[in-house]
């Protein structure tokens, strides 16, 4: 499984931006998909997860109610991200879950996002 994200950028406090991530090769039926972040000098944390056969979805408390994954056509995956804060900041990154052993084994090379207040 290959995943290209794209859409980071620079936007100032309150902007919005959305994230695209794009799966290919063996995903199958359908892929659990994630997005992570990684902020400087910190580990990555999780941000959102939308499982592979519903619209179900799963948010960090740090996005509820401002962030929305959602799927989109051809194994699309999106990330809307409004009321962006400065703590929002960092590279972006999706993944999507290996069912053999249930852990996000597969990740794009991660998108820059950048608020500035």
């Known amino acids: 499984v290959q995943l290209q994200a794209c859409g980071g950028g620079s936007v100032q406090t309150g902007g919005s931006l959305r994230l695209s991530c794009e799966a290919s090769?063996?995903?199958?039926?359908?892929?659990?998909t994630g997005w992570f972040r990684q902020a400087p000098g910190k580990e990555r944390e999780f941000v959102a997860r939308?499982?592979?056969?519903?619209?179900?979805a799963v948010y960090a408390d740090s996005v509820k109610g401002r962030f929305t994954i959602s799927r989109g056509c051809r194994k699309m995956v999106y990330l809307q991200m409004n009321g962006l804060q400065p703590d929002d900041t960092g590279v972006y990154y999706c993944?999507?879950?290996?069912?053999?052993?249930?852990?996000?084994?597969?990740w794009g090379q991660g998108t820059q996002v950048t608020v500035s207040s």
């Open positions: 090769g063996r995903t199958g039926e359908g892929i659990t």
């Open positions: 993944a999507a879950l290996r069912r053999s052993d249930g852990t996000f084994a597969y």
């Open positions: 939308i499982w592979r056969s519903s619209s179900d």
